[in-house]
């Protein structure tokens, strides 16, 4: 069974810096990455990486953002630096299953960029 565990989201200022964990189990994971939904708006990605670290960006965060991995811990990092009001949005933890191409969806964590 597929579990996902996000961590790490809450309030900062504009030009700060929030780093979100996503721990998965219960399969091996292809694609894992972060998608991010702001009220009002439709889910839209933020960022992919694969097993061989290959990544992806939403124009809208690159350069500002990371994204990183752990495949020994099953982890999925998200650093955001140099955050923007823009940015506020439930952030989501997205895996795929390697053998099925199954994916699921994390519970989702808020962040919030306000002065």
């Known amino acids: 069974q597929v579990q996902l565990v996000e961590s790490g989201g809450g309030l900062v200022q504009p030009g700060g810096s929030l780093r979100l964990s996503c721990a998965a189990s219960?399969?091996?994971?292809?694609?894992m990455g972060w998608y991010r939904q702001a009220p009002g708006k439709q889910r839209e990605l933020v960022a992919t990486?694969?097993?061989?670290?290959?990544?992806n960006y939403a124009d809208s965060v690159k350069g500002r953002f990371t994204i990183s991995r752990d495949n020994a811990k099953m982890m999925v990092y998200l650093q955001m630096d140099s955050l923007k009001p823009e940015d506020t949005a439930v952030y989501y933890c997205?895996?795929?299953?390697?053998?099925?191409?199954?994916?699921?969806w994390g519970q989702g964590t808020q962040v919030t960029v306000s002065s």
């Open positions: 990486i694969t097993r061989g670290a290959n990544t």
């Open positions: 997205k895996v795929t299953v390697s053998w099925n191409m199954r994916s699921y």
């Open positions: 219960g399969s091996i994971f292809t694609i």
